[in-house]
């Protein structure tokens, strides 16, 4: 597509429910990420996908977080057993790759995720 | 470890008046430093990106500087319009561009 795309846009789930948030990047973009905003916060790096490489999950904040990029394309955030404080706006970016260029990233417009 | 701050959280201005926010930043090395803005329930859209060796990129009102020596940035605002309300984030990109660490940001609201 033309953009980043999430789905969905908006969900309010209750507390200790498991939440599923997609991600679809710009096609061709190998490079894929995910950020969570909290109210008020700055943007809080989660993870990134880059090819075939290993996933650099670094900024995942507990084992509740995963996250899955099938074939290269669309990914998954998963979170399990959801508590209050994983309420926010939990945003995707995609950008293509190549050593020396400026990377174009593309931000998606995010998903509100409101726990109960 | 990599860190960018930006001042002033957030500011007020009135329609048509002119503003200046910073960046400072501390990510080794540097690769490029983009400007976003962000409005209300959207994600980040780009206005500028600058390399190591840009001093100065303009899109449109907005206007980037970039010291790479005293790892400074800003962003000017002219004749700021009731549509610039919004988030604007600085962001740093470490080696080969990948690795992004954001700023705060800064919450501009422009009054009529």
């Known amino acids: 597509g033309a953009g980043v795309s999430q789905s969905p846009s908006n969900k309010v789930t209750e507390k200790g429910k498991d939440v599923e948030l997609r991600c679809d990047p710009i096609?061709?973009?190998?490079?894929l990420y995910w950020y969570r905003q909290s109210l008020g916060q700055g943007l809080e790096f989660l993870i990134y996908?880059?090819?075939?490489?290993?996933?650099?999950k670094s900024g995942l904040p507990s084992d509740r977080f995963s996250a899955e990029r099938t074939g290269g394309s669309v990914s998954t955030l998963t979170i399990q057993r959801t508590q209050q404080e994983d309420s926010a706006v939990y945003l995707c970016?995609?950008?293509?790759?190549?050593?020396?260029?400026?990377?174009?990233?593309?931000f998606g417009s995010g998903t509100r995720l409101t726990v109960v | 470890k990599n860190q960018v701050e930006q001042s002033p959280q957030s500011l007020i201005i009135l329609e048509g008046k002119n503003c200046t926010l910073q960046?400072?930043?501390?990510?080794?090395?540097?690769?490029?430093l983009r400007w976003y803005k962000q409005d209300t329930g959207r994600g980040p859209v780009s206005l500028t990106i600058?390399?190591?060796?840009?001093n100065t990129k303009s899109n449109g009102r907005y206007t980037a500087t970039l010291d790479a020596d005293t790892k400074q940035s800003s962003l000017h605002i002219t004749a700021s319009q009731l549509s610039d309300s919004a988030s604007y984030i600085c962001?740093?990109?470490?080696?080969?561009?990948?690795?992004?660490?954001f700023g705060g940001g800064t919450r501009v609201l422009v009054k009529p």
């Open positions: 970016a995609s950008s293509s790759s190549g050593t020396g260029r400026i990377y174009g990233y593309t």
């Open positions: 096609s061709g973009h190998t490079a």
């Open positions: 996908f880059q090819g075939n490489s290993a996933p650099d």
């Open positions: 960046c400072n930043y501390t990510v080794s090395p540097f690769s490029n």
């Open positions: 600058m390399t190591f060796s840009e």
């Open positions: 962001v740093v990109s470490g080696a080969a561009g990948n690795k992004l660490t």
